[in-house]
């Protein structure tokens, strides 16, 4: 019975009937109502029909389930193969999703979000947007084009709390930030524009420090040694989504930006809502005249960064949008892998029950039933790994925000919502539907009543197995396009981390401090202290600023440079190598280290020692050091400049200080007891190995690898797995062309050698199919390598002997067997 031709048989029914009483000597008019007042209501009857038919369809369908879990646990080892596979392809693809609809497809939270654009200077001298408090409140003044405009800019507190002094991720802000941001205080509210001496803190933070304790809110708390009254707690939802270049953006509290910080020269970065009739490019044209009238007024401007604005929500992911899509095609590769070897399985099971679905079709069931029965039983399949496969999901995520919180925007977001459960849903169902063609279309094809009369599957089984090899050919090229791409990545990550000899990354603590109004004095003591610590080999401070006008010989043009005011400890705790000339003492005045690059930059060929050069005055070049990254892995080291610490008259916001030390973690207690004891105001902050700030230079690089790393893993397994039952197929399908072979005479050897050469040609041809794609695919990952190209030849080399020989032990076993065959067992059991 067919639903879409119930309109015809309900027509030739009522024809048939008025036909009769035509015969029976009715008018023709008269005979045709008295067939419909027989047959009665058609649309009444239509519905009936239509839900008896619908529940017969049901109830089949419950019956397939039904059956298909009883042909399930009659054979276990295969359904627990079938739903490990697909629990892994389907759960990491729902990992990977969810990361992508939480950074790429959901919007800001905030209130006009399309609306909201990141309105900054790009310096190329810092690698990051520079934008200065004065231009800012120039910008909120004057610009007409925007609803709103906020400025913010990181700064570290040292905070007294009910557990001591401790110190905070703070965030200070200036303008319309509330207004922009719009969050609902879980207690208080939050701060005016006009307000000083005042704090918002985050939830976190708030219970961590404060014990939740709400009689906190208009109390008075030290923030370094001043008074700030809390005004208001954020609620636990509330989450900062706006681009941060700093090391997290978990932010603890948030402070007012003063009027005096706004109109002297300090960092920060703006975002502003348009207006809902301004479109962003004339919006940026009225800022750049604005900025042109700032410039014009202040012509000893330090900086001229390039103004730029971009939407909010594009500035977020620009950055990781391409790896992220990459990864995404990684997890379809992996899922299409999974959906061939599961192919090849069933393949396998069908020519196995070829006699039981002959003997169904003889008693009745058409070939459409068959298919359906057999379809069912791949989604049920199929559900059940996909439930599994949210827990593996559900895993994955968890440990991608535990190992790298601030690899990628808004990663803390991804969970799995209803949106996540749809992409899995669909893309499980896309899966069976995929990996069940090739069953239904071996039995479509195959001749069942042949197949019930003497039970033979020897004809399709061989056009089952030419399917099988070119599915696994398939699997393979897929395969070496994941292990491509990773071997890539990892050869990236291990240039990045090669160390110089004697740089010891794991050996250096690093942290910073916030030193009091006689910083150098309080400095100088803490370093003294510090070096009496057992176990520390050497200790020192830095700090770095840009310089504007430096100047080198036979070059008038003024250069901007990167200036490093360092004690003498320092360079031994850093693990600095002299190339030649002297390090500098404290006693030096007026002289000057330099690096490798900034020698090249300024004198060329030139030997530099000796040579006299303006930075930040007057200086005599007394040393070349040679090239160091201690702050980007995936960055050449800056050329960079030394002076002495002593000569540096600046402010002191923060103070880097490292320390040699072979056991890093167990001085860590000590330093922060000596700082206590020094002043009690003060804490350490970013307390961390060099080699942990290293890696978390390359935090996205490392999320990247490990992802990639965990596909192409898979990726190689499920290939080795679909080789190995490919072969040990065909060995089963050719028992008794062996046995014949071995009975006549055959060799041992020959016959492992017949196998395995039948298998590595399909393997051979996977590979060779797979390199040629891999050249295409990995100039997509161009901009994610780091001094690797990404048609290097020994990566692929590499990749394409490593599943070579992987396939060549996936042919081993079954080739071994087929030596060992009986010819007698062979020849008798056909």
């Not at 990864?327 to 299409?336: D, R």
């Not at 330099?594 to 040579?611: I, K, V, Y």
């Not at 005479?745 to 017949?754: C, F, H, N, P, Y």
Request: hydrophobic letters at 50%.
């Amino acid at each position: 019975m067919n639903l879409d031709h119930l309109d015809d048989d309900i027509r030739d029914h009522i024809e048939r009937e008025t036909r009769d009483n035509i015969e029976c000597g009715m008018e023709p008019e008269e005979a045709r109502y008295a067939a419909l007042r027989k047959f009665g209501n058609v649309s009444r009857v239509k519905e009936e029909t239509r839900a008896v038919w619908k529940r017969v369809w049901l109830e089949q369908i419950y019956q397939d389930a039904r059956y298909a879990m009883r042909t399930l646990r009659r054979d276990p080892m295969f359904a627990t193969v079938i739903v490990a596979t697909l629990a892994i392809a389907l759960g990491l693809n729902t990992a990977v999703f969810s990361v992508i609809d939480s950074v790429l497809l959901k919007p800001i939270v905030y209130p006009h979000a399309d609306r909201l654009v990141w309105l900054n200077e790009f310096d190329s001298h810092l690698q990051r947007d520079f934008t200065s408090l004065p231009d800012f409140a120039a910008w909120r003044k004057q610009a007409r084009s925007f609803e709103a405009m906020a400025a913010f800019t990181p700064q570290q507190a040292a905070i007294q709390t009910s557990n001591g002094v401790v110190q905070m991720n703070g965030l200070e802000v200036a303008g319309d930030f509330w207004r922009i941001i719009s969050p609902r205080p879980a207690l208080g509210r939050v701060f005016g524009p006009d307000e000083q001496n005042v704090v918002v803190l985050s939830s976190n933070f708030f219970e961590r420090e404060f014990a939740g304790d709400p009689q906190i809110i208009g109390k008075a708390v030290l923030v370094d040694e001043r008074p700030f009254t809390v005004v208001g707690v954020l609620p636990s939802s509330f989450r900062f989504q706006l681009p941060a270049w700093w090391a997290s953006s978990k932010m603890d509290g948030y402070f007012p930006v003063t009027a005096n910080e706004l109109a002297r020269f300090r960092a920060g970065s703006v975002v502003a809502e348009l207006k809902p009739s301004v479109r962003i490019e004339p919006a940026l044209a009225e800022i750049e005249v604005i900025q042109r009238q700032v410039i014009q007024s202040s012509p000893m401007r330090p900086f001229s960064p390039t103004l730029y604005a971009q939407p909010l929500q594009e500035k977020l992911v620009s950055g990781v949008r391409r790896a992220l899509i990459v990864l995404l095609a990684a997890g379809a590769f992996v899922l299409l892998i999974a959906a061939v070897n599961v192919a090849n399985l069933l393949l396998a099971r069908a020519s196995a029950r070829q006699r039981e679905i002959a003997i169904r079709a003889a008693v009745g069931a058409g070939r459409m039933r068959i298919i359906r029965q057999l379809m069912v039983e791949n989604l049920v399949l199929t559900f059940i790994g996909a439930a599994a496969g949210l827990l593996v999901a559900r895993w994955a995520i968890a440990a991608l925000i535990r190992i790298s919180p601030d690899a990628v925007p808004r990663l803390g977001e991804a969970t799995i919502d209803t949106r996540v459960l749809a992409f899995t849903f669909v893309v499980a169902i896309a899966t069976a539907l995929l990996f069940g063609i090739g069953p239904a279309l071996s039995l479509w094809r195959g001749d069942l009543h042949r197949r019930l009369k003497d039970g033979s599957r020897a004809s399709d089984g061989f056009a089952n197995l030419r399917f099988r090899r070119i599915l696994v050919a398939a699997e393979l090229a897929l395969a070496i396009i994941l292990l491509t791409g990773a071997g890539l990545m990892l050869k990236s990550f291990w240039r990045m981390n090669q160390h110089p000899a004697g740089f010891t990354p794991e050996q250096i603590l690093t942290f910073k401090v916030r030193g009091p109004g006689t910083a150098k004095l309080y400095l100088a003591e803490l370093i003294r202290r510090l070096e009496s610590i057992p176990g520390v080999r050497s200790a020192g401070i830095s700090v770095w600023m840009l310089f504007s006008d430096g100047r080198f010989p036979n070059d008038d043009a003024p250069h901007i440079v990167r200036i490093n005011a360092s004690s003498p400890g320092y360079y031994r705790a850093i693990g600095m190598r002299l190339l030649k000339g002297r390090w500098l003492t404290e006693s030096d005045r007026h002289a000057i280290l330099m690096n490798e690059s900034m020698a090249r930059e300024a004198f060329g060929a030139t030997d530099p020692l000796g040579q006299g050069v303006a930075i930040p005055e007057r200086s005599t070049v007394v040393g070349i050091v040679a090239d160091l990254k201690y702050g980007k892995l995936d960055a050449s080291a800056p050329a960079e400049n030394y002076i002495p610490y002593s000569e540096f008259g600046g402010p002191v916001p923060s103070t880097n200080i490292a320390i040699s030390t072979p056991n890093p973690a167990a001085i860590i207690p000590a330093i922060r007891k000596t700082i206590a004891d020094l002043d009690p105001a003060q804490a350490a902050y970013d307390v961390k190995t060099l080699d942990q700030a290293l890696a978390e230079s390359i935090a996205p690089r490392r999320f990247n690898l490990f992802l990639l790393g965990i596909f192409a893993s898979v990726a190689l397994i499920l290939a080795v797995i679909g080789v190995y039952g490919v072969i040990a197929y065909s060995v089963a399908e050719r028992t008794r062309e062996i046995g014949v072979r071995i009975a006549l005479g055959a060799q041992t050897r020959g016959v492992v050698r017949m196998v395995v050469i039948e298998g590595m040609g399909v393997a051979l041809a996977g590979i060779l199919i797979g390199i040629s794609a891999a050249f295409g695919f990995t100039r997509l990952m161009a901009n994610l390598l780091y001094d690797v190209r990404p048609d290097d030849p020994l990566t692929f080399a590499a990749v394409g002997s490593l599943l070579a020989l992987t396939a060549l032990a996936a042919c081993a076993g079954p080739a071994l067997k087929a030596a060992t065959i009986d010819p007698v067992i062979a020849l008798r059991d056909e």
